[in-house]
């Protein structure tokens, strides 16, 4: 089973680090830093429950588009919550392997819609309109021929309570849902990248992949 939480991590440190250019920090000794996250795992992340479920990602529509293919994605994230996401699929020859992108959505009650500029309402002006188009980042990186996976987190989007549109609101009615599920998980945040790790093992059975070229934005 792949993981990633370092790689999530990796990326909060790096905007850590750009905020504060003059800030670097490094382990001295690795058991300080297997210690470090071990630490971090129990206290922030919380217990997981074990893998042993079938993800079973399958693609079940395709859209042709300019260039891609819009797919609709459902997989497993536990043994008794299957969910949907978004995998824009460039065009490209027959056994090509194609790098893969994870793009994570903002805190917008859309989810992963946002992504690719699908909102519940018209902008409010131009001003806004701009935002939501600077933010539709699938759009612009498969046609640069990524991969584009599109998840939804716990909360948002489809996995959101659909009488609240609120994006505040549906992420605390999902944490006290989430709590009532998991007491040993802290809140959703080890749930992020616990879902992301089984979208990432279902993805890499599409022969289409490129197994080496996996990042997220």
């Known amino acids: 089973m792949r993981t990633l939480l370092p790689l999530l991590l990796m990326l909060v440190c790096g905007a850590l680090s750009a905020a504060k250019p003059a800030w670097q920090f490094a382990f001295q000794k690795p058991e300080v830093e297997q210690a470090f996250w071990q630490e971090f795992q129990q206290k922030v992340v919380g217990s997981a429950p074990a893998v042993d479920f079938d ?7 395709r859209e042709p588009k300019d260039g891609y293919t819009f797919c609709t994605v459902y997989y497993n994230v536990e043994k008794d919550e299957r969910i949907k996401g978004y995998l824009l699929i460039p065009d490209h020859n027959p056994g090509e392997k194609l790098p893969l992108i994870f ?5 917008f009650r859309e989810g992963k819609d946002v992504m690719i500029n699908r909102h519940s309402r018209p902008a409010k002006n131009a001003a806004e309109q701009q935002k939501w188009d600077n933010r539709a980042n699938a759009l612009e990186l498969v046609k640069r021929g990524y991969i584009c996976f599109l ?9 959101g309570n659909p009488e609240l549109k609120d994006a505040i609101k549906s992420m605390r009615w999902a944490e ?9 998980w802290h809140k959703t945040f080890g749930k992020v990248p616990y879902d992301l790790s089984r979208a990432l093992d279902g993805l890499l059975k599409f022969d289409f992949v490129d197994v080496d070229r996996i990042g997220t934005e």
């Open 151 to 159: 998840p939804d987190r716990y909360g948002y989007g489809d996995r």
């Open 103 to 107: 793009c994570l959505h903002p805190t």
């Open 176 to 184: 006290a849902e989430f709590a009532k599920r998991h007491p040993a």
């Open 55 to 61: 993800i079973k990602m399958e693609i079940t529509a």
